[in-house]
C-alpha cells in the first residue's frame, strides 16, 4: 500500500509561482515512476508530468518551459515547480504513483496505481 500527500496549492496572480509536493510512503519509492496529473471541473483527468526512477521526464506540451518536475529519493517527495502560471492552469492537481520500474514514463491515467487526494491550484486573471 502506497500513501500519497500532496501540498502547496493555493491561490495565486497569472504569472505567479507554485510549488507542489508530494509525500509518499513507501520503502521502494526510488524505482516508482512519479507523476503529477490535473482535472478542471467539467473536464477528464489529463497528464501534466512524470519523472521516472532515473529521472527521465516527461511533459504535456502545454506546460513545457513553465514547469519542471524533480524527485528528492532521501525524503519520498516528489516537487513540482510551476512558473508563469496561466488561469487555464487552474485545477486539481493530483499526485500518482506508478509502482511497475519503466525507463519512459506512461502519460494514462490508468496506468498509475496509487493517487493523492488532490490540492487546489488556481490562476486569477
Known amino acids: 500500500q502506497v500513501q500519497l500527500v500532496e501540498s502547496g496549492g493555493g491561490l495565486v496572480q497569472a504569472g505567479g509561482s507554485l510549488r507542489l509536493s508530494c509525500a509518499a510512503s513507501g520503502r521502494t519509492f526510488s524505482s516508482y515512476v512519479m507523476g503529477w496529473f490535473r482535472q478542471a471541473p467539467g473536464q477528464e483527468r489529463e497528464f501534466v508530468a512524470a519523472?521516472?526512477?532515473?529521472?527521465?521526464?516527461n511533459y504535456a506540451d502545454f506546460v513545457k518551459g513553465r514547469f519542471t518536475i524533480s524527485r528528492d529519493n532521501a525524503k519520498n517527495t516528489v516537487y513540482l515547480q510551476m512558473n508563469s502560471l496561466k488561469p487555464e492552469d487552474t485545477a486539481v492537481y493530483y499526485c500518482?504513483?506508478?509502482?511497475?520500474?519503466?525507463?519512459?514514463?506512461?502519460?494514462?491515467?490508468?496506468?498509475?496505481?496509487?493517487w493523492g487526494q488532490g490540492t487546489q491550484v488556481t490562476v486569477s486573471s
Open positions: 500518482a504513483a506508478d509502482l511497475s520500474v519503466r525507463v519512459r514514463a506512461r502519460l494514462a491515467p490508468s496506468d498509475y496505481d496509487y
Open positions: 519523472v521516472t526512477w532515473g529521472d527521465n521526464t
